[in-house]
């Protein structure tokens, strides 16, 4: 069964923090890791892709790495901001362009 | 402006009733995908369409039937509407191929009553 597990599901800082959103994943078979911003009410915002070729993407304070081998992939966030809070979600991709979602990790920057 | 946009934002109807939403994307993208995201904000893929042929169609009831008169455009057609489909439906669009950025339209919230 193909899934994608999001720790922590929720998460508080205060402002200033670097932090780290995890992803596991079950299929070893994977095309791509994905990193996903939702703001509340709204859609998804691509952040990163990784391929699975590649062990880590970076975008200004983003960085995301992949080990395919322990079926893994975090978002590191650094110097947090309040404008960083939103649901953070992984998803990876398969044959023909699928893309399985994690649940998600509701980040909440606190000024 | 450059996006992906699904009509309507909201939609509020009765069980029973037969209702469509619409997506365009202006990215010049040949692949566009739904997906509904459940009350427990999961998202899941319901069809994907290249070039206007059917790639993904997963285990969705026969009555959601999805419509690409064109590239840039990939509708849902949702008959005999039930409780249990009220969800946020989401468009996407990319390039073709397993490695490329999806992106997603806002959304349409669904509520049946």
């Known amino acids: 069964k193909q899934e994608v597990t999001q720790i922590p599901a929720a998460l508080s800082v205060p402002e200033g923090e670097n932090l780290v959103l995890n992803c596991s994943f079950t299929d070893s078979a994977i095309y791509n890791l994905q990193w996903f911003r939702q703001d509340p009410g709204k859609g998804l915002t691509s952040l990163l892709l990784i391929q699975s070729s590649q062990r880590e993407q970076t975008s200004g304070r983003l960085n995301a790495s992949l080990d395919k081998s322990s079926g893994r992939s975090t978002l590191y966030i650094a110097a947090s901001q309040p404008g960083d809070s939103a649901t953070y979600l992984c998803?990876?991709?398969?044959?023909?362009?699928?893309?399985?979602f994690g649940q998600g990790t509701e980040l909440s920057v606190k000024p | 402006d450059t996006a992906v946009s699904q009509t309507p934002k909201y939609l509020v109807t009765q069980m029973g009733n037969d209702k469509s939403i619409k997506c365009e994307q202006n990215l010049g993208h040949d692949t566009m995908y739904w997906y509904k995201q459940d009350s427990k904000k999961f998202l899941k893929i319901m069809f994907s369409?290249?070039?206007?042929?059917?790639?993904i169609n997963e285990t969705v009831p026969n009555r959601f039937s999805p419509k690409s008169p064109d590239k840039a455009h990939l509708n849902l057609h949702i008959n005999s509407l039930e409780l249990g489909d009220s969800a946020v439906y989401f468009c996407?669009?990319?390039?073709?191929?397993?490695?490329?950025?999806?992106?997603f339209g806002p959304g349409t919230r669904l509520l049946v009553l």
């Open positions: 998803a990876h991709g398969n044959q023909g362009g699928k893309l399985i």
């Open positions: 996407a669009s990319s390039l073709a191929g397993v490695q490329e950025t999806q992106y």
């Open positions: 369409y290249n070039n206007k042929e059917l790639i």
